[in-house]
């Protein structure tokens, strides 16, 4: 498609950015609760769980990460892109048959596979036996939440979504704590509480998304199979490639140092990736699926994602830095556990890791919209494997910073590809202004810092909330005087 077959529409633009921000209020409790909850569940979980213990658990959501992006993710995620076209077409029947019939096949496949070749598993992951049967059991209810919550992404019930996710948080992290501390089952206890809250919350979703009243059984067409294979496979692929960047390094770490330094790793991981990742994800959870459909109305969508790259940028890149300044009394805050504590030495790596890596979800945005999502691939997968190649070399001399290393290059090699592949009528507008006064206001923020560092010395809770309240207000100062 060129550039002259989508025009520019200012009402429609100002209608959906009015609509993105009634959303994105919707979506955010969800989102500020969930990153609560991700804050919750480090310091709870360290204080149950022995480092060892938290390595084997951090392993096992890696390894559940891995089979639902090969076999599950990938089939919500395309019917998410593809829900407003077969909903114009009056076809979702046959639409939503075509989706469970292959999750379901993927599921089976998934089960064939692991089995027939368990002990290969076993051997290449490291992982105890139990753990694999327990991985197995989970994929499927994480599989049937995984579709619903697209389909209700792509509903527009952000209400629902936002509920469905507060339950579903702390119901974990309930459970989890109940099968911890009476049934003393160490790490497959967070497992258990996982499958049994997911479970009760796929109920909750089915209802929601009254699925069952759309969905009937209905002979499958083929040609509404291969579009979304077409497009969700390049998607699983991708998002394999950056499970690579950033999961492969507990693996890695375990085949050098075991389960304790793995933990160390999940700690940094958790207190970073999901946490920052929760929060950043109000404005794509929001924006997506109305860029998507002002795109298929072939409405120019280029101003509306350069407006909202800017307010990621604005929102994130403060954040994190004041993170990674603080990044010991950060983990001391967040970890209960003084075993853990060496997680800092990660947490500035990994926080400007998960930056580049959350940034890349407007970046790489046109590869979607044109379907042609092998390009998100390729690059990614170039990331992943660079990001291997890091861990391999740099564990060994440098240990935990060399896992921080290689996982903030590979996420910034992805960002560095997004933004020079482009394709054409799709160039990302560069939000220069917000970037302008944001390094206008870096000037009192780096003044404050170091008056704190050399002169006079707050709780570092206190001087981290100063820090961005100085730069917020500098950068407000600087809008309203441009707005004049």
Known sequence: MNNMEFIENKEVEKEQLKAIFRDMIKYSPSKIIGMLGNAIIVPVYTSLLPPDQYGLYSLSIAVLSFLCIIFSDWVGLS????????????????????????????????????????????????????????????????????????????????MSFTLSTIINQFLTILLSIFFVKFFHMGAIALLLGMGVSISLIDLLLIYQS????????????????????????????????????????????????????VGIVGVAYGLTLPLLMTIFSII????????????????DVRPIISRFTGYYILIALPVITVISLYATDYVSMLSSNDKFLDAFKLIPYFA????????????????????????????????????????IWLIPPYGLAGVGIATLGANFLYFLLSIIIVLPGLRLIYPSSVIGRMTISAIPFAILYYFFNKIFHLPALAEMLLLMGAFYLCYWLLSRKTAN
Not at 215 to 238: D, R
Not at 284 to 299: D, G
């Open 79 to 158: 019917g998410l892109r593809f829900f407003k076209h077969h909903q114009m077409m009056q076809d979702m029947p046959k639409y939503l048959t075509t989706l469970v019939t292959m999750l379901v096949s993927n599921i089976f496949i998934m089960f064939v596979l692991a089995l027939t070749f368990r002990q290969n598993f076993y051997d290449f992951f490291h992982i105890p036996v139990k753990y694999f049967l327990a991985i197995l059991v989970l994929i499927i209810p994480v599989a049937i939440r995984a579709l619903l919550f697209q389909l209700l992404r792509a509903q527009l019930k952000s």
């Open 210 to 261: 009254n699925i069952l009243s759309w969905f009937k059984l209905q002979k499958i067409e083929w040609n509404s199979v291969f579009p979304i294979i077409k497009y969700g496979i390049p998607i699983a692929a991708t998002s394999l490639s950056a499970w690579i960047i950033n999961q492969s390094n507990k693996f890695i770490m375990n085949s050098i140092h075991g389960f304790s330094q």
């Open 284 to 299: 794509t959870v929001a924006a997506i699926p109305r860029i998507i459909n002002m795109y298929e109305e072939r409405i």
């Open 352 to 391: 400007f890791g998960t930056f580049f890596m959350a940034i890349t979800d407007y970046t790489t945005l046109q590869y979607h919209l044109a379907n042609k999502t092998y390009i998100d691939f390729i690059i990614k997968l170039t990331s992943g494997i660079v990001g291997v190649v890091l861990n």
